[in-house]
């Protein structure tokens, strides 16, 4: 069957179309993406205003008929942090129904933790024991580690690139010292769970998802995606700590030119690559993965073990 999945992140509205069933690799066939920023569009109360809501409401009705077009039998509508905490988030949510008929299913961030696990256990397979995972996306951080499809600890921090740049790091350049006010303040967030994993032992192996850290790997001179899904990416936390101070004296132009960089990821860079430093650090990791599939897979892959056979 032709499934489409509908993700209403802090960055971006993607529509993922994939042919897929039961006990099979859900094969891409159409995507769809608007760059839309709610995670920058919060007033002073945290709400998502008026204009940003109609602006969604118009990408999903846009993606929605993507979805029609490409012969979509079924649409997973899901929305992350950027509406979960927006302070009128009922409000979004309804308007967003009535004015397309979606119908947005709110994952929490334990549930978007361990939706991106299940993609990453999936892809890797058993043989890679035990799993550590960091997910960095515009609003949140999600870490989940353990040796099944379900994690043994999932755990999602308000530590997204897209936040905490529009929250923390205004200058471009930013200046270095809300460099490192971000760097402390990230820090400390991350150190306060590293406890909670550390006890569950040591991972066998750990993976990253989402486009931070995608970027990340390609600057520090991982494969261009043009090389395919299956070559593999990986970065190093040397890498990362010679990379860093590197690209908080760029401007957001001069980070727009490195290889794999998009003019509309650019400005999250830098915070993206603090929490990326911190989170390799604090838990330890010399050298990790990047995973290609994620949150939409999950969803996928979760949706296909509850078909009927």
Not at 80 to 96: I, K
Not at 218 to 240: D, F, H, K, N
Not at 252 to 262: D, F, I
Request: aromatic share 4%; glycine share 10%.
């Amino acid at each position: 069957m032709r499934l489409g999945v509908l993700d209403v992140g802090s960055n971006t509205v993607h529509l993922l179309v994939v042919d897929a069933h039961p006990g099979a690799r859900p094969l891409p066939a159409h995507s769809h993406k608007a760059e839309l920023r709610l995670a920058e569009l919060l007033d002073e109360r945290g709400a998502i205003g008026d204009a940003g809501v109609d602006r969604l409401a118009a990408v999903v009705g846009e993606a929605l008929q993507a979805a029609e077009d490409k012969g979509v039998e079924e649409v997973l509508p899901f929305a992350t942090s950027a509406v979960r905490e927006a302070a009128n988030a009922d409000e979004v949510l309804a308007r967003v129904t009535a004015a397309t008929g979606v119908r947005l299913t709110v994952l929490s961030g334990e549930e978007e933790a361990k939706l991106t696990f299940l993609a990453a256990r999936r892809w890797f397979g058993w043989s890679a024991g035990r799993l550590l995972l960091l997910d960095i996306g515009g609003g949140s951080l999600e870490v989940a580690y353990g040796i099944d499809e379900e994690p043994d600890k999932a755990v999602s921090l308000p530590l997204g690139a897209g936040r905490l740049t529009a929250a923390r790091l205004p200058g471009d350049p930013p200046d270095p010292e809300d460099v490192r006010a971000l760097r402390r303040h990230v820090r400390a967030e991350i150190a306060r769970i590293v406890g909670e994993f550390s006890r569950l032992g040591p991972p066998d192996h750990v993976v990253a998802t989402s486009k931070t850290f995608k970027q990340l790997a390609r600057i520090a001179g991982a494969a261009r995606s043009a090389e395919g899904i299956y070559v593999q990416r990986e970065l190093t936390r040397a890498a990362l700590e010679e990379w860093v101070p590197k690209l908080a004296a760029m401007t957001v132009e001069q980070r727009a030119e490195l290889p794999g960089v998009s003019a509309g990821r650019a400005p999250q860079l830098v915070a993206g690559a603090l929490v990326a430093e911190a989170a390799m650090d604090l838990f330890g990791v010399d050298e990790l993965e990047i995973c290609p599939w994620a949150l939409r897979e999950g969803v996928i892959l979760r949706r296909l073990d509850h078909l009927p056979e």
